[in-house]
Structure formats: structure tokens, C-alpha cells
């Protein structure tokens, strides 16, 4: 097991880099008042286009770049030629869910894994990003059922990755304040608890929308580290949806703590390119793995 938490050789985790994903959901996954509509023919025409059209825009702003892309399974169904284009593309392929809302109930993520199996097994799909950072201990042997290397699905510290189940956790970057956090069972959620017991979650596209510039500057002094954070982004903060803060500002209204996700971040994804190497986060897995092994030959 790597993990901050016990003594490994930093020589043995790969060169540094900005371990950047994507959450690639439909507009409305933002709020939950969506949550309970009846069936994906209502759930496509209220996303009207939006999942399709911004994927080129960002595949675009990637340019050369590669980076893990979750993606919502109910947009494989509606356009078979957005998992197509992202790994023709040569981004990392993962699942983000198939239909998106909260997965922290065993039963619902095995109907939820099994309604994703056929795309997910004709693209090759390694990884798991759990809705909302939503994930609970039991969940790990059932995604190794289902053929996942591994998930990115709580919240620790650059550095970490641990084995649970048989599945790999690679967790969505915090800076811990009070060092190194001893308990990284999941749930590890954006919470109360977790600003509390000192961890600042700078992966979370919440803190991007916050603190930006912040932002980057503890990406330069994690990679000068040695480390390689994780951060999260969404497809409508690269790409903006038709009268996205128009219709999104009822739910803003009463849950101002969504404000941070309607603010676009495509500058910040451009400084980013261009002051740091990135990797999908199945790469940077590979070449952990290899070293690893290497070391033990």
C-alpha cells in the first residue's frame, strides 16, 4: 500500500504531475431538484444538446493535454459519439455514473454499475469517480465485481493511494493543515467534518471557483513536492450552458454554498496547461504500479 500515512521512498511514486479529471455530467446534475425526473427522454431533452455540444469546445482548451473524463453514462446513451471522440482523443475513459445522484447505498450503485456495464465494458473503462464524492467502504469489493482498477472517489491528501478491496484509491486532493489525517476510511465527502479536522479540499472545483489563483499556487508547491494532486473540473464551467445562471438561480438562491460551480473556469484550465504537466489518472496508476514492481524484482 502507498499512502502518506505509512513510510514509503518518494523515489518510488512517479515524476510529478497535475492528475486532472473531469466530472463530464449534465447541466442540471448540479442541483438535485433533478434528481427525481421519470426517465432519460425527459433527463436528454432538458440537457438540450448541452453535453454534446461543449465537448469539442473542451476538447479544444485540452488541446495536446490528457486528462481522466467521468462520464455519465445516460450521455453514452443519448450520444453513442461522445465516449467515441473523448478516447479517440486519447483521454482516459471513466464512469461517473449512469444516471447521476447520490450512489451511497450499496443495492442502488450495483443497479447503477450494472446499467453502465455494456458502454463501459465496450470502451474499456478502468476508473470510478462516485457522484458528489460519495462513496462507503462496502462499495469497494462491488466495483471490483464489476472489473474497476480503481476509483477517485474521497478526499486526502496528494500522495495518497491506497488499496481497498482489491481497488486502487487515487483521492481528490485536500492540503491538511494539522498533518497527515489517520483515518481514510470513506466516507472522506467535501463536509464540515473534513474542514474541521484541518483539510482543505483544493481539488474540489468548489475551492477552484473560490480561490483560483490559490488554487495554483498550492499545485506548484505540491508538484515541487514530489506529489501529484488530483482536481476535479465539469463540463459547464468550461463550456456554458444556455441561460445556465438564468436557470440555475432558483437552486443558487437557496443553496448559496452551488454559487463557486457556476463560475466558468476555462482560464484557470489554460493557466493550468500551461504552467504544469498533467495525466490522466490511469497513467499515473500504471507507471506507480510498474515502479513499484520494479522495486521488488
Known amino acids: 500500500m502507498f499512502s502518506r500515512t505509512t513510510s514509503y521512498n518518494s523515489s518510488m511514486l512517479p515524476s510529478p504531475r497535475v492528475l486532472l479529471s473531469i466530472d463530464y455530467e449534465p447541466w442540471f446534475a448540479l442541483t438535485r ?21 461543449a465537448l469539442d469546445p473542451i476538447l479544444d482548451m485540452l488541446g495536446e493535454a490528457k486528462a481522466s473524463i467521468y462520464l455519465v453514462g445516460e450521455i453514452a446513451d443519448w450520444y453513442p459519439e461522445i465516449p467515441q471522440r473523448i478516447t479517440a482523443h486519447g483521454h482516459e475513459l471513466g464512469l461517473h455514473c449512469q444516471v447521476h445522484r447520490p450512489l451511497v447505498e450499496t443495492a442502488e450503485l450495483e443497479k447503477d454499475l450494472c446499467a453502465s456495464q455494456g458502454w463501459r465494458e465496450a470502451h474499456g473503462v478502468r476508473g470510478y469517480r462516485a457522484p458528489m464524492i460519495g462513496i462507503r467502504e462496502e462499495a469497494y469489493p462491488l466495483l471490483k465485481r464489476h472489473g474497476f482498477d480503481y ?39 467535501f463536509s464540515t467534518g ?16 473560490l480561490l483560483s489563483d490559490s488554487v495554483l499556487r498550492i ?13 476535479i473540473l465539469h463540463p459547464y464551467e468550461l463550456a456554458r ?18 454559487f463557486p460551480f457556476t463560475l466558468t473556469k476555462s482560464n484557470f484550465l489554460k493557466k493550468l ?16 504500479l510498474a515502479l513499484q514492481e520494479a522495486a521488488h524484482v
Open 273 to 288: 496547461l500551461r504552467a504544469f504537466p498533467v495525466s490522466p489518472l490511469a497513467t499515473y496508476l500504471d507507471e506507480a
Open 194 to 209: 473534513l474542514l474541521l479536522g484541518g483539510e482543505v479540499p483544493y481539488g474540489s472545483s468548489f475551492m477552484i471557483g
Open 33 to 53: 431538484r433533478y434528481d427525481a425526473l421519470p426517465g432519460p427522454r425527459q433527463r436528454r431533452k432538458l440537457d438540450g444538446g448541452f453535453s454534446l455540444h
Open 219 to 231: 499545485l506548484e508547491r505540491q508538484l515541487k513536492a514530489g506529489y501529484s494532486p488530483v482536481i
Open 241 to 258: 450552458p444556455e441561460g445556465f445562471l438564468r436557470r440555475l438561480w432558483p437552486d443558487v438562491a437557496s443553496h448559496p454554498l452551488l
Open 151 to 189: 476509483s477517485s472517489s474521497i478526499y486526502a491528501p496528494a500522495g495518497t493511494l491506497l488499496k481497498k478491496d482489491g481497488v486502487w484509491e487515487l483521492p481528490v486532493s485536500t492540503l491538511s493543515m494539522f498533518g497527515s489525517p489517520q483515518d481514510l476510511r470513506a466516507p472522506r465527502e
